[in-house]
């Protein structure tokens, strides 16, 4: 119940918008004390308009029957006349009733839109907190119970200094050089860190000079390398591994090799895989050389290709695990050349 001229404040019509209310305002000549109804309109909170319903006409007080005098010996002076009222004009109900400008209260649309946007931000910060909380507690499991992380290098000490100091300038708390054989370190991904094991074999290939090596996995690391991708997957982390060669090679400290476990591998579903350098492009079709079933002649075959996983290539369509394939460079590398069999990819290099 409210009194002409009364406005609606922006709290008020934000609640209202809200919660979906609907109210009705009672417009009287006095909010005290109401002696006449004078009109009323309707705020939707479900729509967000006025409502102004047609006005019904205030019927007129029945009449008050005067009592019957008493009589009174003697004379009672007349009263003196009371004034009357001014009369209370009519309100104009043919225009809207007057609400104040809210330039700054927002539409419920735009509520709802905020409180769903609120809504999802407690939702993808409580999914970043268990993630963290599960990333946590694999390192842990990973570290070990009593916190020590032992050397994939036998060998000297070289350099120590303070965890603060390591992490400011990047270098390691603890630098060891090996006393035999080179070292080598590689990366891989998450989603493969649980098939390189210690003792695993690999081959070791200089871009350099073109020699190979075979060498020995000692170890794998416990915690992802920073500032590393290969641009397939922006969201996967990537581990170091160390591998040595044993004896004499042709290798030079910081020089970049080839790492491979197998040069053809089929995965878990059937698929084959390629490493890229067996791979060739031309134009926008792939080819590799292999062993013709005729007459054990080089002979070009195009392939299909799909993912693109840890420097090899999915082959979808084009070969099967059963055909033989060539290292696709060299002067003598075209079809019609003769071949021979290797047992590993590098004997007749």
């Known amino acids: 119940m409210c009194t002409g001229g009364a406005a609606v404040n922006a709290p008020f019509m934000l609640k209202v918008l809200k919660e979906g209310q609907v109210c009705a305002f009672d417009v009287v000549d006095n909010a005290e004390a109401p002696t006449k109804f004078l009109s009323c309109w309707i705020l939707d909170g479900k729509t967000g308009q006025v409502v102004i319903p047609d006005p019904q006409p205030t019927p007129d007080p029945e009449p008050t029957p005067n009592p019957e005098p008493t009589p009174n010996p003697e004379p ?18 043919s225009e809207d009733p007057v609400i104040p400008d809210t330039p700054d209260l927002p539409s419920k ?47 000297v000490v070289k350099e120590a200094t303070d965890e603060a100091s390591a992490k400011n300038e990047n270098k390691p708390v603890v630098s060891v050089v090996g006393e035999e054989g080179f070292y080598v370190t590689g990366r891989v991904g998450e989603t493969m860190l649980d098939q390189i094991k210690e003792g695993m074999t690999a081959t070791v290939m200089s871009w350099q000079s073109g ?47 080839n790492l491979s476990m197998d040069g053809i591998a089929a995965g878990s579903d059937g698929s084959i895989y390629l490493e890229k350098m067996f791979v060739r492009e031309e134009g926008n079709r792939y080819y590799v050389y292999k062993r013709g079933g005729d007459n054990g002649r080089l002979t070009k075959q195009y392939v299909e290709v799909g993912k693109n996983m840890y420097n090899s290539l999915e082959i979808t369509s084009g070969l099967t695990m059963d055909d033989m394939i060539a290292f696709p460079y060299g002067r003598d590398v075209k079809e019609g050349a003769k071949t021979q069999e290797a047992d590993t990819l590098y004997d007749y290099y």
């Open 76 to 93: 009672t002076p007349e009263p003196e006349p009371t004034p009357e009222p001014e009369p209370t004009p009519e309100p104009d109900i």
């Open 211 to 257: 020699e190979s090596y075979e060498a020995t996995v000692t170890g794998v690391g416990n915690s992802p390398v920073s500032d590393y991708s290969t641009g397939e997957n922006q969201n996967q982390s990537f581990y170091p591994f160390t591998l040595v060669i044993h004896g004499d090679a042709n290798l030079s400290n910081g020089e970049s090799v």
């Open 109 to 155: 649309e735009e509520v709802t839109k905020q409180i769903k946007e609120k809504e999802q931000k407690i939702k993808d910060l409580d999914l970043s907190k268990r993630s963290a909380e599960l990333e946590l507690k694999k390192l842990k499991k990973k570290v070990g119970g009593d916190g020590v992380i032992k050397s994939t290098v036998e060998g």
